[in-house]
T-cell receptor, first 115, second 111 residues
Framework: GAGVSQSPSNKVTEKGKDVELRCDPI?????LYWYRQSLGQGLEFLIY????????KSGLPSDRFSAERTGGSVSTLTIQRTQQEDSAVYLC?????????????FGSGTRLTVV | QKEVEQNSGPLSVPEGAIASLNCTYS??????FFWYRQYSGKSPELIMF????GDKEDGRFTAQLNKASQYVSLLIRDSQPSDSATYLC???????????FGDGTTLTVKP
């Protein structure tokens, strides 16, 4: 597609429920990243996929968080047993070698609210 | 010490002035450096990248990199109210790897 697409744009969930967030990167972009941004804060790295390499999961805050990328394209971030501190905007970005030295194109984000 | 540090801000400049945004980073082996602009309620947007020491100009924007001092800056000339946003500095250790972001500096350009 023309841009990075994320869904849903907003998600309200009850504490303890599982949620799935989806990211569809720009076609042909080999690298895909997940970040989260809490209100008024900077971007916190979560996970990074590059081609067929093993993902860099070093930013996942707990084992309740997991992500996969199928067929080198669409990615799903899953949060199990959501907690109130998981409330944030979850941003997906994609990149490629010809994209300004691997600069990111971000999606519009998923705003997650855990009540 | 944070890996990427930016002026705490907020920064306010009059329309037409030069806005100067600063960023320092801790890993001396960092390879590439980016500036993103984030309007309130929106996602970040890439506006500049630099990987060699010196200046890089793009329209009203100039990025400056000094690897010896581990310092990156963004100058915005002839600032406009539409430049009012949060500016995020991002650093990559390897070109294909993940970026580490600073907390951002909020710029307000007053008409």
């Amino acid at each position: 597609g023309a841009g990075v697409s994320q869904s849903p744009s907003n998600k309200v969930t009850e504490k303890g429920k599982d949620v799935e967030l989806r990211c569809d990167p720009i076609s042909g972009h080999t690298a895909l990243y997940w970040y989260r941004q809490s209100l008024g804060q900077g971007l916190e790295f979560l996970i990074y996929f590059q081609g067929n390499s093993a993902p860099d999961k070093s930013g996942l805050p707990s084992d309740r968080f997991s992500a996969e990328r199928t067929g080198g394209s669409v990615s799903t971030l899953t949060i199990q047993r959501t907690q109130q501190e998981d409330s944030a905007v979850y941003l997906c970005a994609s990149s490629s070698p010809d994209r300004a030295y691997y600069g990111y194109t971000f999606g519009s984000g998923t705003r997650l609210t855990v009540v | 010490q944070k890996e990427v540090e930016q002026n705490s801000g907020p920064l306010s400049v009059p329309e037409g002035a030069i806005a100067s945004l600063n960023c320092t980073y801790s890993d001396r082996g960092s390879q590439s450096f980016f500036w993103y602009r984030q309007y309130s309620g929106k996602s970040p947007e890439l506006i500049m990248f630099i990987y060699s020491n010196g200046d890089k100009e793009d329209g009203r924007f100039t990025a400056q990199l000094n690897k010896a001092s581990q310092y990156v800056s963004l100058l915005i000339r002839d600032s406009q109210p539409s430049d009012s946003a949060t500016y995020l500095c991002a650093v990559k250790i390897t070109n294909a790897g993940k970026s580490t972001f600073g907390d951002g500096t909020t710029l307000t350009v007053k008409p």
